[in-house]
């Protein structure tokens, strides 16, 4: 299944928040048609009703793909709209956090084809990363879902959905804990004396280009901090506290991502 065959069968977007509408300006600009995109949302962006989409219209019998994009707080009442779609070969692509397969299986049907996606913010800007695994019916529609999700940043595949928790806590959260990373970097910047745009100037794109060079370049992280750590030099006076296995980075970030993964099975929980 191509673009083409959603062209010609419809997609329908429930829920288009952020997220959402991050995905759709992606999908617009690769040549998705927007006549034939639904869009069902109780408050629609001003983008979003002038985009050429419907919206808040009677949807398609049997579109090729829904995108779930409700918040978790209102999926008991949004998704039994969508169960006549149960059952068939309409593929269900879920990015609300929290939701197994298995409440998609028991709410539209068993043979549902359901494949459950982790993407991130950075999707607004098409630097995004998403983690998808399905069901045994959406396994076959993976491809399309990686197709569909690369519009927005990288895609990769899980081995098992227990591991979407883990993900969550990882890259799902992460962009939040890096943001608060450029916040107390600036004001450690601050703190020494610098003006408040300034340091933050300089937090924004250190994070920013550090990032970019750890995506291109050939060497791993940590030969690229070793790279830039000359001996006795003012860096590794800095890591040697940021290093540290007690008080450092190391063991706060695994406590970060163990709390934010733990919420996430608590949120599966119900």
């Known amino acids: 299944m191509t673009l083409d065959v959603i062209a010609k069968r419809g997609l329908v977007l429930l829920g288009c928040g952020k997220m959402g509408s991050a995905m759709l300006q992606g999908w617009l600009a690769q040549g998705l048609p927007a006549a034939s995109v639904w869009v069902q949302d109780p408050f629609p962006s001003d983008w979003v009703k002038a985009s050429g989409v419907h919206v808040n219209q009677t949807l398609p019998e049997a579109p090729a793909v829904v995108l779930v994009a409700v918040k978790p707080q209102i999926m008991a009442e949004a998704l039994p709209i969508l169960q006549p779609m149960g059952n068939r070969d309409t593929l269900f692509l879920s990015v609300a956090a929290g939701i197994g397969i298995a409440h998609y299986e028991d709410v539209l ?157 608590e949120l599966a929980d119900g």
């Open 109 to 265: 049907g068993g043979q549902t084809p359901v494949i459950r996606a982790m993407p991130n913010t950075p999707a607004a800007v098409a630097k995004g990363i998403t983690a998808i695994v399905g069901n045994t019916q959406g396994a076959s529609q993976l491809d399309l879902a990686e197709a569909l999700l690369s519009a927005v940043g990288q895609v990769v595949r899980l081995e098992a959905e227990d591991q979407m928790d883990a993900v969550t806590g990882v890259s799902g959260s992460g962009p939040a804990y890096v943001f608060h990373m450029i916040e107390t970097l600036a004001a450690a910047g601050e703190a020494q004396g610098l003006a408040p745009d300034l340091a933050m100037a300089l937090a924004k794109a250190t994070v920013a280009g550090a990032g970019t060079l750890a995506e291109e370049a050939e060497e791993t992280p940590a030969e690229l901090r070793v790279n830039v750590t000359s001996p006795n030099g003012t860096t590794q006076a800095g890591l040697e506290v940021l290093m540290d296995e007690a008080t450092g980075l190391p063991d706060l970030m695994r406590k970060t991502v163990a709390a934010a993964a733990d919420r996430s099975r």
